[in-house]
Structure formats: C-alpha cells, structure tokens
C-alpha cells in the first residue's frame, strides 16, 4: 500500500485492524488461544489507533492510545464504556500472554472476545470511515 497522505494512513491502519481480526479468526481454528488474544489485541489497538488519527490525535505507545481513546471517546459518551474496557482487558490478556510465564489461555476465556471485537471494530469503523 502506498501512503500520499493522512487519510491514505488512517485507512492503512484500519485494514491492518481488520487482517489482525482475520488473522484471529484463523489461529482460533487451531486453538492457539494466546496467539489468538495477541492478534484481537491488535486488531483493536490499529482501529483505535485509525480513530485517533481521524481526530488529529497522535500517540507514541500504546498506553497513550488507551489513555487518548479513553479520554476523547469512551469519558465524552462518543463510544460506549463497554470497548473501553474491553480494550484493556485485552491489553492486559496480551501482557500476560506474550510475557507472562507459564500463562495459557483456554477457549472458555478468548472465545466469546472474538464477537466482542467484530461489534469494537464495527463501532470504529463507523467513525474511521465515515
């Protein structure tokens, strides 16, 4: 992909969120749970990210997205509290799976997270690309 300009980098990086989600959906056929919370993790993270460039709102690490998406988005009422936390959760599951030790994932855990983020996406999705 070639970027000429800013909205050229807002939809780069909605569609990274979205081969992210994708590439969620192919670990959990093969029941790599970690793996799978890594990649929804991602999938938020970029959409959250496409957001804050939307509104002219830079980041340098992923606690200021988190702290930006919370302050702009889910504090004003823009976007429901629910993916706010659901964005947390989700960095504190891949925390805990790509560092911790002897931390695994099961279906029960990550398996409902997966319909949570295609309805996170969708309600970025809407602001990002409108």
Not at 18 to 34: D, G, K, V, Y
Not at 94 to 99: F, L
Not at 112 to 122: A, E, G
């Amino acid at each position: 992909m070639i970027i000429d300009n800013r909205n050229d980098y807002i939809k780069y990086r909605f569609h990274r969120a979205t081969e992210s989600f994708e590439e969620a959906l192919i670990l959990a056929e093969n029941m790599r749970w970690n793996a799978v919370v890594n990649r929804l993790y991602y999938s938020c993270f970029y959409a959250v990210i496409a957001l804050l460039l939307k509104n002219n709102i830079e980041t340098q690490t992923h606690d200021g997205a988190r702290t930006q998406f919370s302050l702009c988005f889910i504090k004003s009422g823009k976007i429901d509290k629910k993916y706010g936390k659901l964005f947390s959760k989700l960095f504190d599951f891949r925390q805990k799976g790509d560092y911790g030790d002897l931390y695994d994932f099961d279906e029960a855990t990550v398996s409902p997270l997966i319909s949570q983020v295609k309805d996170f996406i969708k309600e970025i999705e809407k602001i990002v690309l409108e």
